[in-house]
């Protein structure tokens, strides 16, 4: 907040405008009352009567509860009817002026406001005076007597009234003198029943002056049964307005608003002119330096004591107070800001034992009044009070913040970017887009098990780190769960985002060192915008998501949402139950694809593809079907499905002494599964087939993930006798160097490499890369893919030897493969001396 300007006060000097004319009055007014009815000797003692008189009563202010509103009573009144009534006009100029010049010197006012009550003093019972002279003369004490005695005494209180609303307007504005004005009707009846008990008093002593024994004596016991009053509702106030206090911080502490309530109810409290909160910098809270004054309506962001005091009691703990009435003076050597420090206290705020920082009070309001050492429990109540709500305001600050952020990370969790993407879908201006960047670390499971969860949070904290570095100043980085990071922010068109989205992949992927280690990060990225993706946060996620999950089938891509991912997504999660339904009811089907030796192609097996012909969908693609299973806990009896009708056709084959190998494609999760390779074991056993004739296929990404969590089942696999293959390879980031540490025989060059070689060198070089140095490990090679005789060609140059594909023949049911297989020897091939060749069956 702004320290608040004090400009449009004039300085206090200005009140001489106003004081320099009373005072001149005054002084013709004494010459001329004097000239006219001079002074005698007999106003000596009855002036000196009405002197100290008229300083106990402009010393003494009386406070009573109205109707819950406090009410300011002095008795100036009262002495002033019998100074009127008893002493000449000079006499009464002089005792007043007098008397008001020694209550100032009691006060120890400035001298500016000193000579203004004294002015003040002095013109008003002058012009009273003036009214008295004009007035007929008093006699007795009678009913004409009291009428002018009320009509002197009230010129005195007007006059008196306009002096202090005049200079009011000079000081701070007419808006202040004229809300005096408007509240000057208490004063002005209180001014009035001083007039009639004055009057009371003058009937009594004309009457009998030994009765002024028994006033004195009336006196003495209003004093003390007005000192038990005014304590008793001290008490009450204290603790109404500790009540109120205490309501108001529980009120607030829930929305924020604590500071605010409880200084500006401290200082009403304290009836102080400051009230100051500090409380020192501590882990993710900032300093707080606030300020409560008398007349502003907001708060300020300094404080009049200096830092010094402040440092004082957070070291020591210990209140410290200073003023006229609290045994030590305030220094003023230091500067204290926009006025000057007459007194304070400052109280420790404790939380347990230690100090969170300080309350402090300056200045009690009003010229009479001053803090005392009675102030001072109250004060350290209110601040223990006040500490208990600040660290509960903080607590549920905390909360709150835990609430919407990632505990790991400390960035902006999934509610908190909800909240914020439905905020910038709302205020989106014309020609923007709202962009949803979702990005999915690649293979941390994978650093999980093989590392521990540790190593797998500190790559979560390093991308974080680098998201948060790289991403404009304008974005959202936040944590959605698990490995998935967002960015949110308005660009300009969808290109933009995408570009974005691209520059912030490549600027996080890099290599992170732990200790020795060193890991590659990779993302796959998403990307979605409002409008064009949908019109709500919660659209907009699921979106993305999608698009996340798409980009993670192409390593290292960024995708951008489509209508048909969406219902691909819905297609898969309609099959779940059927998928189920279809293994209990055996709807499913094993196709079976030939794999040929290339040289003489000869059959030395068949890859086992399930196959799913929905009754309402149509043909499923494999991979549909297949991550279903995976994401529904099914993948198990899938597997088991495909092992047991490829074990079978393996065992009835019946051409000759021909054996029909079967390969089976498996999971990367089915590795995890100890109990996997007992079942193989099992199904083995129960079928008769022997354990070469099964070869087990896994993706490259499935055994090549950079750690050793395969090799245990692999090994074991092995140890049965069961033939181990990796697919797909190629596709990943290892290299052949790895399949050195693995348990395998078999590789299988990916399609995509395959299929290109014929019209891209660096598919070619690949291919003969893959197979010259896995012939020199000691590993067959198998070519996917093979559609055409000028792939065959060159696969038979660089000395590949076993194939599949579309040029042999395409996924069969077994049926069909016993009659492809029937029909494999191509006569013409016979008749011209060649070998014999497998026909091409569509």
């Given at each position: 907040?702004?320290?608040?300007?004090?400009?449009?006060?004039?300085?206090?000097?200005?009140?001489?405008?106003?004081?320099?004319?009373?005072?001149?009055l005054?002084?013709?007014c004494?010459?001329?009352?004097?000239?006219?009815?001079?002074?005698?000797?007999?106003?000596?003692?009855?002036?000196?009567i009405?002197?100290?008189?008229?300083?106990?009563?402009?010393?003494?202010?009386?406070?009573?509860?109205?109707r819950?509103?406090?009410?300011?009573?002095?008795?100036t009144?009262?002495?002033?009817?019998?100074?009127?009534?008893?002493?000449?006009?000079?006499?009464?100029?002089?005792?007043?002026?007098l008397a008001?010049?020694?209550?100032?010197l009691?006060?120890?006012l400035?001298?500016?406001?000193?000579?203004?009550?004294?002015?003040?003093?002095?013109?008003?019972?002058?012009?009273?005076?003036?009214?008295?002279?004009?007035?007929?003369p008093?006699?007795g004490?009678?009913?004409?007597?009291?009428?002018v005695?009320?009509?002197?005494?009230?010129?005195?209180?007007?006059?008196?009234?306009?002096?202090?609303?005049?200079?009011?307007?000079?000081i701070?504005?007419?808006?202040?003198g004229?809300?005096?004005?408007?509240?000057?009707?208490?004063?002005?009846?209180?001014?009035?029943?001083?007039?009639?008990i004055?009057?009371?008093?003058l009937?009594?002593l004309?009457?009998?002056?030994?009765?002024?024994?028994?006033?004195?004596?009336?006196?003495?016991?209003?004093?003390?049964?007005?000192?038990?009053?005014s304590?008793?509702?001290?008490?009450?106030?204290?603790?109404?307005d500790m009540?109120?206090?205490?309501?108001?911080?529980?009120?607030?502490?829930?929305?924020?608003?604590?500071?605010?309530?409880?200084?500006?109810?401290?200082?009403?409290?304290?009836?102080?002119?400051?009230?100051?909160l500090?409380l020192?910098?501590?882990?993710?809270?900032?300093?707080?330096?606030?300020?409560?004054?008398?007349?502003d309506?907001?708060?300020?962001?300094?404080?009049?004591?200096?830092?010094?005091?402040?440092?004082?009691?957070?070291?020591?703990?210990?209140?410290?107070?200073?003023?006229?009435?609290?045994?030590?003076?305030?220094?003023?050597r230091?500067?204290?800001?926009?006025s000057r420090?007459?007194?304070?206290?400052?109280?420790p705020?404790?939380?347990?034992?230690?100090v969170?920082?300080?309350?402090?009070?300056?200045?009690r309001?009003?010229?009479?009044?001053?803090?005392?050492?009675?102030?001072?429990?109250?004060?350290?109540?209110?601040?223990a009070?006040?500490?208990?709500?600040?660290?509960?305001?903080?607590?549920?600050?905390?909360?709150?913040?835990?609430?919407?952020?990632?505990?790991l990370?400390?960035?902006p969790?999934?509610?908190?970017?909800?909240?914020?993407?439905?905020?910038?879908?709302?205020?989106?201006a014309?020609?923007e887009?709202?962009?949803?960047?979702?990005?999915?670390v690649?293979?941390?499971?994978q650093?999980?098990?093989s590392l521990?969860?540790?190593?797998?949070?500190?790559?979560l904290?390093?991308?974080?780190?680098?998201?948060?570095?790289?991403?404009?100043?304008?974005?959202?980085?936040?944590?959605?769960?698990?490995?998935?990071?967002?960015?949110?922010?308005?660009l300009?068109?969808?290109e933009?985002?995408?570009d974005?989205?691209?520059?912030?992949?490549?600027?996080?992927?890099?290599?992170?060192?732990?200790?020795?280690?060193?890991?590659?990060?990779?993302?796959?990225?998403?990307?979605?915008?409002?409008?064009?993706?949908?019109?709500?946060?919660?659209?907009?996620?699921?979106?993305?998501?999608l698009?996340?999950?798409?980009?993670?089938s192409?390593?290292?891509?960024?995708?951008?949402?489509?209508?048909?991912?969406?219902?691909?997504?819905?297609?898969r999660?309609?099959?779940?139950?059927?998928?189920?339904?279809a293994?209990d009811?055996?709807?499913?089907?094993?196709?079976?694809?030939?794999?040929?030796?290339?040289?003489?192609?000869?059959?030395?097996?068949?890859?086992c593809?399930?196959?799913?012909?929905?009754?309402?969908?149509?043909?499923?693609?494999p991979?549909?079907?297949?991550?279903?299973?995976?994401?529904?806990?099914?993948l198990g009896?899938?597997?088991?499905?495909?092992?047991?009708?490829?074990?079978?056709?393996?065992r009835?084959?019946?051409?000759?002494?021909?054996?029909?190998?079967v390969?089976?494609?498996i999971?990367a999760?089915?590795?995890?599964?100890?109990?996997?390779?007992?079942r193989?074991?099992?199904?083995?056993?129960?079928?008769?087939?022997?354990?070469?004739?099964?070869?087990?296929?896994?993706?490259?990404?499935?055994?090549?993930?950079?750690?050793?969590?395969?090799?245990?089942?692999?090994?074991?696999?092995?140890?049965?006798?069961v033939?181990?293959?990796?697919?797909?390879?190629?596709?990943?980031?290892?290299?052949?160097?790895?399949?050195?540490?693995?348990?395998?025989?078999?590789?299988?060059?990916?399609?995509?490499?395959?299929?290109?070689?014929?019209?891209?060198?660096?598919?070619?070089?690949?291919?003969?890369?893959?197979?010259?140095?896995?012939?020199?490990?000691?590993?067959?090679?198998?070519?996917?893919?093979?559609?055409?005789?000028?792939?065959?060609?060159?696969?038979?140059?660089?000395?590949?030897?076993?194939?599949?594909?579309?040029?042999?023949?395409?996924?069969?049911?077994y049926?069909?493969?016993?009659?492809?297989?029937?029909?494999?020897v191509?006569?013409?091939?016979i008749s011209?001396?060649?070998?014999?060749?497998?026909?091409?069956v569509?």
């Amino acid at each position: 907040m702004a320290r608040s300007q004090s400009s449009a006060r004039r300085p206090t000097d200005a009140a001489w405008l106003i004081t320099g004319p009373m005072a001149l009055l005054s002084v013709v007014c004494c010459t001329v009352l004097g000239a006219v009815d001079p002074p005698g000797p007999d106003d000596l003692i009855p002036g000196a009567i009405v002197l100290v008189a008229m300083v106990v009563a402009g010393t003494q202010v009386l406070q009573f509860i109205v109707r819950r509103q406090a009410l300011a009573v002095t008795l100036t009144e009262i002495p002033l009817v019998l100074a009127f009534f008893y002493l000449k006009p000079v006499t009464v100029i002089v005792v007043a002026a007098l008397a008001t010049g020694i209550g100032q010197l009691r006060r120890r006012l400035t001298a500016t406001k000193a000579w203004f009550n004294v002015a003040k003093a002095g013109a008003t019972t002058s012009l009273a005076s003036l009214v008295l002279l004009a007035m007929p003369p008093i006699e007795g004490v009678g009913p004409a007597t009291w009428g002018v005695l009320f009509v002197v005494v009230s010129t005195f209180a007007l006059t008196a009234l306009a002096a202090v609303s005049g200079v009011i307007c000079l000081i701070q504005g007419w808006q202040a003198g004229w809300d005096m004005l408007r509240r000057a009707a208490p004063t002005l009846l209180t001014a009035a029943i001083n007039v009639a008990i004055g009057l009371v008093v003058l009937m009594v002593l004309d009457s009998n002056a030994w009765a002024s024994l028994l006033l004195a004596a009336v006196a003495v016991a209003v004093a003390f049964v007005y000192r038990s009053y005014s304590r008793f509702f001290r008490q009450h106030r204290t603790l109404s307005d500790m009540y109120e206090l205490t309501r108001a911080m529980t009120q607030s502490g829930q929305d924020g608003t604590l500071v605010d309530a409880l200084l500006g109810r401290v200082r009403g409290l304290m009836q102080a002119e400051y009230a100051t909160l500090w409380l020192p910098s501590q882990g993710r809270h900032p300093e707080v330096l606030l300020t409560a004054r008398v007349d502003d309506p907001g708060l300020l962001d300094f404080a009049p004591a200096p830092m010094a005091v402040r440092e004082r009691v957070l070291r020591t703990g210990e209140t410290v107070a200073a003023g006229r009435q609290l045994g030590t003076e305030v220094d003023q050597r230091t500067d204290p800001g926009d006025s000057r420090v007459k007194e304070l206290i400052v109280v420790p705020l404790r939380s347990g034992q230690a100090v969170i920082g300080t309350l402090e009070v300056v200045n009690r309001l009003g010229d009479t009044y001053h803090f005392t050492s009675a102030d001072i429990p109250v004060f350290e109540t209110v601040a223990a009070h006040a500490a208990v709500a600040l660290e509960n305001s903080r607590l549920v600050d905390r909360l709150r913040h835990d609430a919407y952020h990632d505990a790991l990370t400390k960035l902006p969790n999934r509610r908190r970017i909800t909240s914020a993407l439905d905020e910038a879908v709302r205020i989106r201006a014309p020609g923007e887009v709202v962009a949803v960047l979702l990005f999915d670390v690649d293979r941390l499971r994978q650093v999980n098990e093989s590392l521990g969860h540790a190593a797998g949070d500190k790559v979560l904290v390093e991308v974080a780190d680098r998201l948060r570095a790289c991403a404009p100043s304008s974005a959202l980085v936040g944590r959605a769960g698990g490995d998935e990071f967002l960015v949110t922010l308005r660009l300009e068109s969808t290109e933009e985002a995408l570009d974005l989205a691209a520059q912030l992949r490549d600027q996080i992927r890099d290599e992170m060192v732990f200790d020795a280690l060193t890991l590659d990060v990779d993302t796959a990225v998403g990307v979605a915008v409002h409008p064009e993706h949908g019109s709500d946060a919660a659209t907009l996620l699921q979106r993305v998501d999608l698009a996340a999950t798409a980009a993670k089938s192409v390593p290292g891509s960024v995708q951008l949402f489509s209508p048909a991912l969406e219902s691909r997504s819905l297609r898969r999660l309609g099959l779940a139950g059927d998928l189920r339904r279809a293994l209990d009811e055996g709807e499913l089907e094993v196709y079976f694809q030939p794999k040929v030796t290339l040289r003489d192609r000869l059959l030395v097996g068949v890859e086992c593809l399930a196959r799913w012909e929905h009754p309402a969908h149509g043909t499923v693609a494999p991979e549909d079907f297949v991550a279903v299973a995976e994401h529904t806990g099914q993948l198990g009896r899938l597997t088991e499905f495909v092992l047991r009708e490829g074990l079978r056709r393996s065992r009835d084959w019946g051409h000759g002494d021909q054996a029909l190998a079967v390969a089976v494609n498996i999971s990367a999760r089915t590795l995890t599964d100890q109990h996997f390779p007992a079942r193989v074991r099992d199904l083995l056993d129960e079928y008769g087939v022997p354990p070469q004739r099964l070869t087990l296929e896994i993706k490259e990404s499935g055994v090549l993930d950079g750690t050793d969590r395969p090799i245990p089942t692999l090994r074991r696999l092995r140890d049965l006798g069961v033939r181990l293959s990796v697919d797909d390879f190629g596709t990943g980031d290892s290299s052949l160097a790895h399949l050195r540490r693995l348990p395998v025989h078999e590789v299988k060059v990916d399609r995509s490499f395959v299929q290109g070689m014929a019209t891209d060198p660096g598919d070619l070089a690949i291919v003969n890369a893959v197979v010259t140095l896995s012939q020199q490990f000691g590993l067959a090679v198998v070519a996917e893919g093979v559609e055409s005789e000028l792939t065959l060609e060159l696969l038979q140059d660089i000395g590949c030897e076993i194939g599949q594909g579309f040029l042999f023949s395409r996924p069969l049911p077994y049926e069909r493969l016993e009659a492809w297989f029937g029909a494999q020897v191509d006569p013409e091939t016979i008749s011209a001396g060649e070998l014999p060749r497998l026909r091409v069956v569509p």
